[in-house]
């Protein structure tokens, strides 16, 4: 398994402004997620973290509202731009370890409300 | 699109009771379903993994069926306990390499 922490592990931020959070991995992965699980609701993929390269983005989500970097095989940032009240979610960091394997791990976090 | 669902929404039972979770999924065409515990206010933890070539995974007194063909899993847990109390995801992965699709969980509440 891994170990995945997320900072900051919650936050309240004005309207307008923008966080970043960062995700680190105790060791090299393949693939990184990041997630969102709005209140009372599933998590839905935001993007897929891409090392070296620009993210993938689901539908719904784009690059300027939610840029992401991935500059090595333990880290990764999310930032949530120009954050307004409907930001406020759960965001969540994911890994697969190594290619062929098929667990994939979640961090533990991070709980933003936007005022 | 996959699209994944979770039955019952929510479900309280009195300690001791065996008890089913259901998941389905619209395109039967997956690499594997996970299973899920998210206890308030924490993270993730992964409880079973079914690869698509499998029927069943057990651990402990959780037991978890796939039926690829139908787009089914069930999350069986025998003689529950207040601390099974949380919420259970179902999540499955089309392809190797992908992300996991969720669905939107089932509540379970457990009293003693």
């Known amino acids: 398994s891994a170990v995945i922490s997320q900072k900051p592990s919650r936050d309240i931020c004005q309207r307008g402004t923008s966080l970043t959070i960062q995700c680190q991995v105790d060791?090299?992965?393949?693939?990184m997620f990041w997630y969102r699980q709005q209140p009372g609701q599933s998590l839905t993929l935001i993007a897929t973290?891409?090392?070296?390269?620009?993210?993938?983005?689901e539908s719904g989500f784009v690059i300027d509202k939610f840029p992401i970097s991935r500059p090595n095989l333990t880290f990764s940032t999310l930032t949530v731009s120009n954050m307004s009240p409907e930001d406020s979610s759960i965001y969540l960091c994911?890994?697969?370890?190594?290619?062929?394997?098929?667990?994939?791990?979640f961090g533990p976090g991070t709980r933003l409300t936007v005022l | 699109k996959q699209e994944v669902t979770q039955i019952p929404a929510a479900l309280s039972v009195p300690e001791g009771e065996n008890l089913v979770l259901n998941c389905s999924f619209t395109?039967?065409?997956?690499?594997?379903l996970q299973w899920f515990r998210q206890d308030p206010g924490k993270g993730l933890t992964s409880l079973l993994l079914?690869?698509?070539?499998?029927r069943e995974q057990t651990s402990g007194r959780l037991n978890a069926s796939l039926d690829k063909s139908s787009g089914r899993s069930t999350l069986y847990i025998a003689a529950s306990q207040p601390g099974d109390s949380a919420t259970y995801l179902c999540?499955?992965?089309?392809?190797?390499?992908?992300?996991?699709?969720f669905g939107k969980g089932t509540t379970l509440s457990v009293s003693s």
């Open positions: 060791s090299q992965v393949t693939m």
């Open positions: 395109d039967s065409a997956i690499y594997n």
């Open positions: 999540a499955v992965k089309g392809q190797a390499g992908t992300a996991l699709i």
């Open positions: 079914i690869q698509s070539s499998q």
């Open positions: 994911s890994v697969v370890l190594a290619a062929g394997a098929d667990t994939q791990y």
């Open positions: 973290a891409n090392q070296g390269s620009e993210a993938t983005y």
